[in-house]
């Protein structure tokens, strides 16, 4: 695997990778806030993501392995009630936010009733899910009436041909529809694509008149060395930067928005249609000093990254019938953030990629 080296970069200028730390602002919300979800750089952490499995219905290459994928037994994920527990205790230190993920979250049977216990939390005040679409058509008036608030549909292509190849499944039709089904429902819906050059780099331009027809934002999500072939590198990784380019050329110049909150990963620009195209540059402009994110893995480990290397187990504690332990799952928590690295050190010449990939994880 490259390790981000400039000689590599073929004719693409590699992007500058920068180096983000924990700001001195965060530093005075922390002192502000008090919340016992804090971190040794300051940082607040608000938003929770939780994985309810890591079994998927396509096999995204900058992903999952292709053949012979092992998932967890299905006992050993844990239940709906058991997250809502575990979300109920952390809201109790500040969490107000949760993302619902996966692998392919609804093929978890039944995820509505996850959504409608998350919904009966009072400080929760945002409930949102990455899917891939494929099963959202089908789904999303149930989730809707649970009380989910967002949704956000992984699509990186709108050619079948394409999208076999990258996610060696067929099926755009199917995420098309999901699409349109959420457009059509009250709630939020966002599309996040993936581009890998000389796979889907041609498609961007398309993408964004999709989204832009049906009046949703469109965003680019950097690769990342989280796929289980091992096969980032950064000349395979299209740059925010060069999108930018691509696009300012087919619709003109792109204005920025400023971000709604500090934490919001998406930096987000206008076209001049008006239209908001969103970038999650994660490898060549970090945002981990803004990061406010906990992880909650499907077999109930938390993680303080995507690029951690150590876990943390709360599934005994959430087992007990008679109640959770609350001081319990604190000091698990707080162990966890203790461990918190400033910065994910993709660009670091030592860097290594955590032992799960993205499936396993919950991106
Ligand atoms: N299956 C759902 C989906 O694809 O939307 C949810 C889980 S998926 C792991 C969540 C997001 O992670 C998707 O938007 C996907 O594009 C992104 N993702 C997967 N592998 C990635 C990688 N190596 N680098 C960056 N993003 C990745
Ligand atoms: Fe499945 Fe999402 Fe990973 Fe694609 S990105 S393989 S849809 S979990």
Request: proline share 5%.
């Amino acid at each position: 695997m490259s390790q981000l080296n400039p000689s590599i970069g073929g004719n693409h200028e590699p992007p500058p990778i920068a180096q983000s730390q924990p700001s001195a602002a965060t530093q005075t919300d922390t002192a502000q806030s008090g919340s016992m979800l804090t971190d040794k750089f300051g940082r607040v952490h608000k938003s929770l993501r939780v994985s309810v499995t890591d079994v998927c219905n396509i096999r995204c290459q900058y992903c999952m392995p292709a053949e012979d994928v092992r998932f967890l037994p299905r006992s050993r994920l844990l239940s709906y009630e058991q997250i809502a527990r575990f979300v109920e205790v952390v809201s109790q230190w500040g969490i107000r936010r949760v993302r619902i993920t996966g692998g392919e979250p609804l093929t978890r049977p039944g995820l509505e009733e996850l959504v409608r216990r998350l919904r009966r939390i009072d400080a929760i005040d945002d409930i949102a899910l990455t899917t891939n679409g494929m099963l959202l058509g089908d789904q999303i008036d149930a989730l809707e009436s649970a009380g989910l608030d967002r949704v956000n549909v992984s699509l990186d292509t709108l050619s079948e041909a394409t999208f076999k190849r990258l996610s060696r499944r067929d099926g755009i039709a199917q995420v098309i529809d999901g699409i349109d089904r959420a457009v059509d429902s009250s709630l939020q819906v966002k599309l996040n694509a993936l581009v890998l050059r000389d796979v889907n780099s041609n498609d961007v331009i398309d993408l964004v008149r999709f989204a832009a027809e049906r009046d949703i934002p469109m965003r680019f999500i950097e690769f990342m060395p989280l796929d289980a072939d091992g096969a980032w590198n950064d000349t395979r990784m299209v740059s925010g930067a060069e999108l930018r380019t691509q696009i300012e050329a087919e619709f003109g110049p792109l204005t920025p928005v400023e971000r709604a909150t500090k934490s919001q990963p998406a930096q987000e620009y206008r076209l001049p249609t008006g239209t908001h195209v969103g970038f999650i540059d994660s490898v060549s402009t970090p945002f981990c000093g803004s990061c406010d994110r906990l992880r909650l893995t499907a077999e109930g480990k938390i993680r303080n990254c995507l690029f951690g290397t150590e876990e943390w187990d709360v599934s005994d504690l959430l087992n007990d019938k008679a109640g959770v332990d609350n001081s319990r799952v604190k000091a698990v928590v707080q162990a966890c953030l203790a461990a918190k690295h400033a910065a994910h050190g993709i660009a670091d010449p030592d860097f290594k990629p955590p032992q799960r990939a993205m499936y396993q994880i919950g991106g």
